[in-house]
């Protein structure tokens, strides 16, 4: 690509679009990239202010213009569940194709934006996504770039998935409710129905719920009853806490499940248990699920919905953004809360 004066560019090919407008009529894209610059169009272009334009330089066949440049980088990053909209001004948008959650490798999002003039913007990591949702733009900075630096971003993305939009698997769900104060009928259940409408929002539904006093193999034979039954996603409310009677993350470990961590560096939500058994996710809810809009079960839920698996890491991970400001109007996913991933 080179600059020309108008004067000297007919014939010449121009390599970028250029915009007219006209105040309270008119604005739009007066020549097209590509265009061939004819006599006529001089003194359109010197009214638009263009002393100066950018048209191919057809000695250097190592540029690439922004339009096919920002595509390439599109389609390099692009994972599962991922459109591409056509690119506008070298910018190319990603697109989530169903609902589902934002995944990204972060790792390699960090090697291709070190890359000079290489721009990939997106969402958080690990958040929910509607159809439709922009997930991410790309695009690069001048009009033309090295053909190298688009090379080193595909190899850097070969093979890989570097955004992706993993779809919501749709999970048969038993609810144990603990608490002898719940299963004496001291107080009213007040898990079931939020458990159940988070559960619903991801498309899965709750198949069983029984409610059980704090006995700890009590509670581990509820367990295994809901997976006889046919649940492939256990969810345990109530006796979560450190006080001698809640026995709830005793029960849970009765059963034989691998305890992932109980506990989290996340407020509301620290006395989060996850666990596994037999590859089946266990989720032991503390109480500020009941009480507050928006804890840590919104952070993991919709990770295990799409089909990952919690480990000890992921937790640690959540320290960084895991404070909720408990904003007077929750604007959750659409704050820093749980952004550590």
């Not at 202010?49 to 390099?76: C, F, P, S």
């Amino acid at each position: 690509m080179k600059t020309v004066r108008v004067e000297e560019s007919v014939g010449m090919v121009l390599c970028h679009d250029i915009t007219k407008i006209v105040p309270g009529e008119f604005k739009g894209r007066a020549f097209k990239k590509g265009h061939i610059i004819r006599p006529e169009d001089v003194p359109m272009l010197l009214s638009l202010g263009k002393d100066r334009i950018y048209v191919w330089d057809t000695k250097n066949g190592d540029e690439v213009h922004e339009d096919e440049a920002g595509m390439r980088l599109a389609q390099a990053v692009r994972g599962e569940g991922v459109s591409l909209t056509e690119p506008a001004e070298g910018k190319v948008h990603l697109v989530a194709e169903h609902d589902g959650m934002c995944n990204i490798d972060e790792d390699l999002l960090f090697q291709i934006n070190l890359i000079d003039d290489m721009v990939i913007a997106t969402r958080n990591n690990n958040r929910p996504v509607k159809k439709g949702d922009v997930v991410a733009g790309v695009r690069v900075v001048p009009l033309m770039i090295e053909n190298e630096k688009l090379r080193q971003a595909e190899e850097i993305a070969r093979g890989k998935k570097v955004i992706s939009v993993l779809p919501f698997r749709k999970y048969r769900v038993g609810m144990v409710i603990t608490g002898n104060e719940v299963y004496y009928g001291r107080i009213k259940d007040r898990f079931s129905p939020v458990i159940k409408k988070k559960v619903e929002d991801y498309g899965s539904e709750v198949i069983s719920q029984v409610i059980v006093p704090d006995d700890a193999e009590r509670i581990a034979a509820a367990v295994r009853e809901m997976i006889s039954r046919g649940a492939n996603l256990i969810m345990t409310s109530g006796g979560m806490s450190v006080d001698p009677d809640d026995v709830t993350p005793k029960g849970i470990k009765q059963t034989g499940a691998k305890i992932v961590s109980y506990g989290a560096p996340v407020l509301p939500g620290a006395m989060m248990l996850v666990a596994y058994l037999d590859e089946i996710p266990i989720m032991g809810l503390p109480g500020c699920v009941m009480y507050y809009k928006t804890t840590i079960f919104d952070l993991l839920l919709p990770l295990v919905m799409s089909g990952q698996k919690i480990t000890r890491s992921m937790i640690a991970r959540l320290g960084l953004g895991g404070l909720c400001l408990n904003c007077e109007s929750c604007r959750y996913p659409q704050c820093s809360f749980g952004t550590g991933f």
